[in-house]
């Protein structure tokens, strides 16, 4: 394990004790698996009290294990631009229980993707300002990257206007 | 010119149709849809290199209004098809449609739930171009063909009536079924 791994996995520990205990190292880079009660206060330690600290949220995705336990993951990448160095944080929640917090307070970055995250897997980040879809539009009823979803999409879900007919109807406020 | 010095002061007989189709099918205005890379190649054709003011349609208007022919540069997805549709609905008749690429002919190599297969779904197409992303040259031979189908006075995008009684119309067909 790298020096600078070590250090703050030994930093972690202390502060969080137990939870520090999934962990991982691949190529230099640490993930650690953190329960989704304490996130927000994870991400907070990381960005402030850690120097030098995780000032960028480089990504935050979701995944589908397609296990009947743990289903979904929320992966965050993490980004010191004062050392430059990287590391992952993973969240696994219940396909029953679909709630993670959002970490909108510690990086506002994390808006944009935790709707997009919302949007193809069907997480709902609570306290998200404004968690709506982010590329579907938003009368469509699925979660399109989750793996129970067909590739060609469920027939009828998405509207299309019609071919020989005017689409909506003149009045003003009527805009897609 | 050559052709005031054979006539004299004489007079040529046609019809008004063909006339007034001639007189648009060297006019056409594109509506540059522009949705992805397709319309880099779109842009292309309206530069200097390949110059489509040859064919008498290097105005592009931004504006439905003003536009006669609608290239459909680009991916099509199920969210843009109401704003294409809606652009459509906003031009003036007689109009056409260019349908640019195979994305928008078909889905092309998106064949997935967002993209919708082919624009002709919820559009009446004129002319087809294969490609990916088809050449400048494609597009203009497209054109091309588009104004043959003006002078005969064919278009999918409307009633017969407004363009005169030509019988065989696949709107017609349609709305007679």
Same mark, same amino acid.
């Given at each position: 394990?790298?020096?600078?791994?070590?250090?703050?996995?030994?930093?972690?520990?202390?502060?969080?004790?137990?939870?520090?205990?999934?962990?991982?190292?691949?190529?230099?880079?640490?993930?650690?698996?953190?329960?989704?009660?304490?996130?927000?206060?994870?991400?907070?330690?990381?960005?402030?009290?850690?120097?030098?600290?995780?000032?960028?949220?480089?990504?935050?995705?979701?995944?589908?294990?397609?296990?009947?336990?743990?289903?979904?993951?929320?992966?965050?990448?993490?980004?010191?631009?004062?050392?430059?160095?990287?590391?992952?944080?993973?969240?696994?929640?219940?396909?029953?229980?679909?709630?993670?917090?959002?970490?909108?307070?510690?990086?506002?970055?994390?808006?944009?993707?935790?709707?997009?995250?919302?949007?193809?897997?069907?997480?709902?980040?609570? *306290?998200? =300002?404004?968690?709506?879809? $982010?590329?579907?539009?938003? !009368?469509?009823?699925?979660?399109?990257? /989750?793996? @129970?979803?067909?590739?060609? *999409?469920? =027939?009828?879900?998405?509207? $299309?206007?019609?071919?020989? !007919?005017?689409?909506?109807?003149?009045? /003003?406020? @009527?805009?897609? | 010119?050559?052709?005031?010095?054979?006539?004299?002061?004489?007079?040529?007989?046609?019809?008004?149709?063909?006339?007034?189709?001639?007189?648009?099918?060297?006019?056409?205005?594109?509506?540059?849809?522009?949705?992805?890379?397709?319309?880099?190649?779109?842009?292309?054709?309206?530069?200097?290199?390949?110059?489509?003011?040859?064919?008498?349609?290097?105005?592009?208007?931004?504006?439905?209004?003003?536009?006669?022919?609608?290239?459909?540069?680009?991916?099509?997805?199920?969210?843009?098809?109401?704003?294409?549709?809606?652009?459509?609905?906003?031009?003036?008749?007689?109009?056409?449609?260019?349908?640019?690429?195979?994305?928008?002919?078909?889905?092309?190599?998106?064949?997935?739930?967002?993209?919708?297969?082919?624009?002709?779904?919820?559009?009446?197409?004129?002319?087809?171009?294969?490609?990916?992303?088809?050449?400048?040259?494609?597009?203009?031979?497209?054109?091309?063909?588009?104004?043959?189908?003006?002078?005969?006075?064919?278009?999918?995008?409307?009633?017969?009536?407004?363009?005169?009684?030509?019988?065989?119309?696949?709107?017609?067909?349609?709305?007679?079924?």
């Amino acid at each position: 394990m790298e020096a600078l791994n070590e250090v703050l996995l030994s930093k972690l520990k202390i502060k969080f004790g137990d939870i520090a205990a999934g962990y991982s190292e691949f190529r230099g880079e640490l993930t650690v698996i953190v329960p989704k009660e304490r996130i927000v206060e994870f991400c907070k330690f990381l960005k402030k009290e850690i120097d030098p600290g995780y000032d960028l949220l480089a990504d935050l995705f979701g995944l589908d294990m397609n296990t009947a336990e743990k289903r979904f993951c929320v992966a965050y990448n993490c980004y010191s631009t004062t050392s430059g160095h990287r590391m992952r944080i993973k969240v696994f929640t219940e396909e029953s229980d679909m709630k993670v917090p959002t970490v909108t307070g510690v990086w506002s970055t994390a808006n944009w993707h935790e709707r997009e995250t919302f949007d193809m897997f069907g997480i709902v980040f609570e *306290g998200h =300002p404004d968690l709506r879809r $982010l590329y579907m539009p938003e !009368e469509f009823e699925y979660h399109p990257l /989750r793996k @129970d979803f067909p590739l060609m *999409g469920i =027939p009828g879900s998405l509207d $299309l206007p019609s071919k020989y !007919e005017k689409y909506g109807t003149d009045d /003003r406020t @009527d805009r897609t | 010119m050559g052709l005031e010095n054979s006539i004299g002061d004489g007079f040529v007989a046609t019809k008004l149709e063909a006339v007034i189709n001639w007189c648009r099918k060297n006019s056409l205005y594109p509506m540059p849809m522009g949705i992805s890379c397709c319309a880099i190649e779109m842009m292309a054709a309206a530069g200097p290199r390949f110059d489509i003011a040859r064919f008498g349609s290097e105005v592009m208007r931004f504006t439905p209004r003003q536009c006669d022919v609608m290239i459909v540069a680009g991916t099509t997805t199920y969210k843009m098809a109401k704003v294409v549709r809606k652009i459509y609905d906003q031009m003036p008749e007689p109009k056409w449609v260019i349908a640019m690429g195979v994305c928008t002919s078909s889905g092309g190599m998106y064949r997935t739930y967002s993209v919708v297969q082919g624009i002709d779904l919820f559009l009446p197409v004129d002319v087809y171009v294969a490609g990916c992303p088809p050449r400048p040259d494609n597009l203009l031979y497209a054109l091309m063909m588009l104004q043959e189908k003006v002078q005969r006075g064919e278009s999918r995008g409307m009633a017969p009536a407004h363009i005169g009684d030509f019988g065989n119309h696949a709107l017609h067909q349609t709305n007679t079924r």
